[in-house]
């Protein structure tokens, strides 16, 4: 599905990417994990158009990505969250989701029609909210809710863009373990039950041996490692660069 070859980002005499090349299937969860300044949230940017590449490729199914800007990156069907939570504090769930559906459909700038009454789009509203447990919530502004639950909200918001590919970036972190379980639960059920792709970068490692069935390691810019959560626990160089053994 994703194609990422010989990727660069240089800022000025830093390279932060160095020759990044990877491939992810269809229904698969892969995580990438790295310390900080890996150049893991860099490579999400150069994936979702937040950046462009000094040099390299990004193919979604055969599509060049590269030089696109991120609205045509995610219509082409990458679906991403940030490290922030990128949401707007002041509207409610309901409102949150609702902008993302009419986005998608290309209705924002239908000022004739009252979009309070269509049928279809309310039905798509209230499924994105069923399927990631926030309905009971829809009415409450998104700055009145806890951490864990502003996650769940995103993570709708980016559903409701239909992704063929969703990015999460650093989805668990300053949770409690509650939140983190249902963080994880969520990714587990959209995986398996809606066949949903994810690539996801994660400080916990519970969370990421827990989910993911293929691990990158990244260590200064560069792809350090890759294997499933043994071959990455028992890898002499990620556990000294990484694990700190």
């Known amino acids: 599905m994703l194609e990422v070859t010989n990727l660069v980002k ?21 995580a990438f994990i790295g ?20 040099s390299g490729s990004v193919k979604l199914n ?10 045509k ?4 069907g990458i679906g991403r969250s940030f490290q922030i939570t990128s949401v707007f504090p002041s509207l409610t769930v309901d409102q949150n989701i609702r902008a993302a559906v009419i986005a998608h459909r290309g209705k924002q700038f239908n000022f004739w029609q009252n979009l309070q009454t269509d049928v279809s789009l309310n039905q798509n509203v209230t499924e994105i909210m069923s399927l990631v447990g926030i309905e009971h919530l829809a009415k409450i502004p998104v700055q009145n809710l806890s ?6 909200v995103e993570i709708g918001i980016v559903l409701a863009v239909k992704p063929l590919l969703i ?11 509650p939140e983190t379980n249902r963080i994880v639960e969520l990714i587990h059920y959209l995986h398996q039950e809606l066949g949903c792709t994810f690539l996801i970068t994660e400080h916990d490692m519970e969370v990421v041996f827990d989910l993911a069935e293929s691990i990158i390691v990244l260590h ?12 990455i626990k028992n890898h002499p160089d990620v556990r000294r660069a990484y694990l700190g053994v």
Do not use: W
Request: aromatic content about 4%; proline content about 6%; overall charge negative.
């Open 62 to 71: 055969g599509k060049e990505l590269v030089c696109l800007p991120p609205q």
């Open 220 to 231: 200064q810019g560069s792809i350090l490692a890759v294997g499933n959560s043994e071959e």
């Open 167 to 177: 990015l999460l970036d650093e989805p668990t972190a300053g949770m409690s373990r």
């Open 73 to 76: 990156i995610v219509k082409a």
């Open 35 to 54: 310390p900080n300044g890996a150049g893991k949230t860099t490579l999400y940017h150069l994936i979702s158009g937040e950046l462009q590449p000094t």
């Open 147 to 152: 951490h864990g639950d502003r996650s769940l």
């Open 10 to 30: 240089d800022f000025s005499s830093l390279r932060a990417v160095n020759n990044v090349s990877f491939n992810l299937s269809r229904q698969t969860i892969t």
